[in-house]
């Protein structure tokens, strides 16, 4: 009874350690930086050698990414067009690996500072996109300045831009009425969304750059970050459709191109499915060529990929700065919500591996940073191995709105930003001083 008893306890560990195992290679086997973040003596060596936080890039995950996109739209539409989303990361070192791996590349910038870093990775403006919103006129005349394809929020900014000069291309951007993104502060459009025209208004906007003596148009779409179902996608391209042959039959313009934004979603989680780009861009093509059969003279499809660009290549190499059991069980590392915002703002989940020997789960903790806020947590009620002081810890998947949402509350410097190439490393952006931070004081 008893060698029964301590065989069944056996068993049940062995099984218990198995499962464990088992999820563990399972989790692991869905990122494509596993093997590179198990690399114990290189992540070591970048912590030795720029300090914690960093943000860590992968160049071949980069290079990838953008070759998969720019090859599968290449396959399906006749004519493409990539305009790079710069708000997720305008690291101008990143920018310029992505225009090296597909030369035409374009920018999508919100702001002057993104024009600026498209133009420091050698970016031509006329391939940019500029989708300003509630943009000031000093924006506006910036953006005309560099002949940058404007694109415009709202009838009442092309009245203003009027006022500073006439481009010879335009294109505004609609607000269908619906949008989607992974979480409700990500969904950029429909009735609770800031951004866009109504549809029922935007033959408006157009009529009115047509009558000032415009003739080139475009028209630009983005509903949401974050999006990994195809069926959505088919729902989103086949809506922007109906409204792009509504204006140009009312007006008799033809559209040059067609902006379906940003929004590739990527899998945060290892239960996500990765948008199977073959599948969803034969549909889309289908979709808008079903609706202009005359390929030669259909509008470009263009594409403003953020998070399915850089988001998966970067990383966040923390170390363990203190352990606390308190009502719950804190892991204190040296990333807080300054460093990554989407935990704290959106509530979004980021995997986490322990560099080196990961070990079995050992409990329930939350992340959290230094920052005196409650909200500052990387990971809440997240399974986790033992730490102690001074493991370091990798946050994956924060390539894409990662360094380019940390900020300096509690007078924090920003992290170091480096650049992986096998197990070479470089530099990209130095680690911010407190100094850096009182720079504009004039003290
Ligand atoms: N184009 C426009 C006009 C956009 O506003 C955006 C993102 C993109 C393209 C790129 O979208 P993506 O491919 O990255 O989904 N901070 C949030 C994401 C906000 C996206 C805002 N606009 C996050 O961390 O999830």
Redesign the pocket.
């Known amino acids: 009874m008893a060698y029964s008893s301590t065989f069944t306890y056996d068993l049940k560990q062995i099984m218990n350690k198995f499962r464990l195992q088992l999820t563990y290679e399972i989790r692991m086997n869905t990122h494509p930086l596993r093997e590179l973040i198990k690399d114990s003596e290189l992540m070591s060596s970048i912590a030795q050698s720029y300090g914690t936080p960093s943000y860590i890039y992968e160049k071949g995950q980069i290079e990838n990414n953008v070759k998969r996109l720019k090859n599968t739209l290449a396959t399906y539409f006749e004519k493409s067009h990539i305009?790079y989303?710069v708000?997720?990361n305008s690291n101008p070192h990143l920018l310029r690996l992505m225009k090296s791996a597909h030369p035409e590349l374009g920018g999508?910038c919100?702001s002057p500072g993104e024009i600026y870093a498209a133009g420091l990775a050698g970016i031509d403006p006329k391939d940019c996109?500029y989708?300003g919103n509630y943009e000031s006129n000093s924006d506006i005349a910036m953006a005309l300045k560099k002949g940058v394809y404007l694109?415009l929020d709202d009838e009442t900014s092309f009245d203003r831009l009027l006022k500073i000069g006439k481009p010879k291309r335009i294109s505004f951007?609609l607000n269908p009425g619906f949008g989607k993104?992974?979480?409700s502060?990500?969904t950029?459009a429909g009735e609770n969304a800031k951004?866009g025209i109504p549809a029922e208004k935007i033959i408006n906007a157009y009529k009115k750059a047509q009558d000032a003596g415009i003739r080139q148009f475009g028209l630009?779409c983005?509903a949401?970050?974050?999006?990994l179902d195809e069926d959505y996608w088919e729902e989103l391209l086949t809506a922007i459709l109906h409204h792009t042959k509504k204006i140009e039959s009312s007006l008799g313009i033809n559209f040059e191109f067609i902006?379906i934004?940003?929004?590739?979603?990527i899998p945060y989680k290892d239960e996500d499915t990765p948008l199977n780009y073959n599948r969803l861009f034969a549909k889309l093509s289908n979709i808008l060529y079903h609706n202009y059969p005359e390929k030669a003279s259909a509008p470009s499809l263009w594409v403003?990929?953020?998070?399915?660009?850089i988001?998966d290549a970067g990383f966040i190499l923390t170390r363990v700065t203190g352990l606390k059991e308190s009502y719950k069980n804190f892991v204190g590392i040296d990333a807080g919500m300054e460093t990554l915002?989407?935990p704290a703002?959106?509530g979004?989940y980021h995997r986490m591996i322990k560099v080196g020997e990961h070990g079995e789960n050992n409990g329930s903790y939350d992340f959290t940073g230094p920052i005196c806020e409650n909200t500052d947590r990387i990971a809440t009620a997240r399974e986790f191995p033992k730490v102690t002081e001074g493991d370091l810890i990798a946050i994956l998947d924060a390539g894409?709105?990662g360094y380019?949402?940390s900020h300096n509350f509690n007078t924090r410097p920003r992290a170091a930003e480096v650049l992986l190439d096998g197990d070479t490393h470089q530099l990209i952006r130095k680690r911010e001083t407190i100094e850096d931070i009182f720079f504009g004081c004039n003290v």
């Open positions: 305009c989303a708000k997720a999508d919100s996109i989708t694109n951007r993104g992974t979480f502060q990500i950029t951004f630009q983005m949401g970050s974050g999006n902006s934004g940003g929004g590739l979603g403003e990929p953020g998070k399915s660009f988001g915002m989407r703002l959106y979004a894409a709105y380019a949402m």
